[in-house]
């Protein structure tokens, strides 16, 4: 497929469809985020900064850093350049753009993006920002990105995509259009969010509460002994995780199970049923067998909260930790005591490192850490509880998330359509 075969093909007839190279410049940058005595300090719009953002402003946190005269030369970002992301572990995430919409003497551009600077008179930085932004634009880039387990965008390729150029007059209203309406559209998604939000947080706040004060407000209390606890109710007990659970260290002779991930946000699912693209090791063999309903930490990543109970037999990574209950605690409560911001923190206070982002949870100290112990009936009756609001609210969440995606495909066909001429002018500026 070439690139001119992305285009609509039916440009309306005052349009062109041209290489970038033709209408613009564009470079690569290599700063990188250190700082040397012998340099300028420069602020830098970085991967995250571009990823993140559709538009760059001063008023945004950009990382100090260095450079030399030359670099700041070379990788300034004047107002209405185009940042777009050139590497990444998905070829979903190559070509994101950003606009500059503020500029400082001090701004250049980071390592891992490419800018791209328009030429006056020719080309619109608005309007090139909301083309890269179309998919049959962004595809091309996609498409041209090379690498196995990372992908990287050629500079060649940046000037070889072709976009859709109307007269500079119409490119002008093309963006005051979608400025306009993707506004409106983020609004709608804005507010449909925040009911999400709210949603979640009523379901952590239960949760928070349930698993360390039970379900009987007026149930006499005791104190736990624990900073992250506190009071408890007087007929809980307090145990070492070592007295709940015991290690299961089991290999994989063959590693043809069910390969299973453990996240902060969704606890141990099957690999399978999740759209991840990063690197798979060639064999399994040797990796650690888990049972369902055993509980698994990430160890790397539990101070976040990645950790939860396996809903099935598989195994995991060899990395990660595998911990079979003795009973006291029942595994649907020990999940939901997993979402619990408290116990989370008090995870965190366990995990060992130098740096808070290289933290890791090993046996030793997880056995340290205390739990809750509800007798089983209770335990049961707050899981139930639990149920009882996932229920009720179950309805309105994919309602809302449904509608968000809804949303969200409307948002990039309409840019779509209007950077290729379907959307007719009048239109626009009715």
């Not at 880039?141 to 196995?148: K, N, R």
């Amino acid at each position: 497929m070439t690139s001119s075969m992305l285009l609509c093909s039916t440009l309306p007839v005052s349009w062109k469809s041209v290489p970038l190279k033709s209408v613009a410049t564009y470079e690569v940058s290599n700063v990188d985020k250190h700082a040397h005595d012998d340099e300028l300090a420069v602020r830098l719009c970085n991967y995250t900064d571009v990823y993140k953002n559709e538009r760059i402003t001063l008023d945004m946190e950009l990382m100090w850093a260095t450079a030399t005269e030359n670099e700041i030369s070379k990788f300034h970002l004047e107002e209405e350049d185009v940042v777009i992301t050139k590497d990444s572990e998905e070829w979903s995430d190559i070509a994101v753009p950003a606009l500059i919409s503020e500029t400082a003497d001090d701004l250049v551009c980071g390592y891992h993006l490419a800018f791209i600077r328009s030429k006056p008179g020719v080309l619109s930085g608005r309007y090139l920002f909301r083309a890269i932004q179309s998919r049959p634009v962004a595809l091309q880039l996609e498409l041209a990105s090379t690498g196995v387990t990372r992908c990287g965008l050629p500079k060649g390729a940046i000037g070889a995509a072709k976009i859709p150029l109307p007269p500079l007059p119409n490119q002008l209203k093309i963006a005051d259009f979608l400025d306009s309406e993707t506004a409106r559209i983020d609004s709608l998604v804005e507010a449909k969010e925040s009911m999400l939000d709210l949603i979640g947080q009523k379901r952590s706040a239960l949760i928070n509460n349930l698993v360390t004060r039970g379900l009987n407000p007026e149930a006499p209390i005791k104190s736990s002994g624990l900073d992250w606890l506190r009071d408890i109710p007087q007929h809980w007990e307090i145990e070492r995780a070592k007295n709940l659970f015991s290690v299961r260290d089991e290999r994989s002779k063959e590693g043809d199970e069910e390969l299973l991930s453990v996240s902060h946000i969704t606890g141990v699912t099957s690999r399978a049923s999740k759209e991840v693209n990063m690197f798979l090791a060639e064999s399994m063999t040797g990796y650690k067998k888990c049972q369902k309903d055993d509980f698994v930490t990430n160890t790397l990543w539990a101070w976040m909260g990645a950790m939860g109970i396996s809903p099935l037999d598989g195994i995991v990574s060899p990395d990660y930790h595998v911990y079979e209950s003795k009973g006291k605690i029942l595994p649907e409560f020990m999940e939901l005591l997993c979402r619990s911001k408290p116990f989370v923190a008090e995870v965190t206070r366990w995990s060992k490192g130098v740096w808070s982002s290289r933290l890791r949870l090993y046996p030793e100290n997880f056995f340290e850490i205390r739990f809750p112990v509800p007798p089983h009936e209770e335990q049961e009756a707050i899981v139930a509880e639990v149920a009882v609001f996932r229920d009720k609210t179950t309805k309105l969440t994919e309602a809302l998330i449904d509608s968000i995606r809804l949303l969200k495909e409307r948002r990039s066909a309409l840019i779509t359509a209007a950077v290729n001429g379907e959307i007719p002018l009048e239109e626009m500026v009715a």
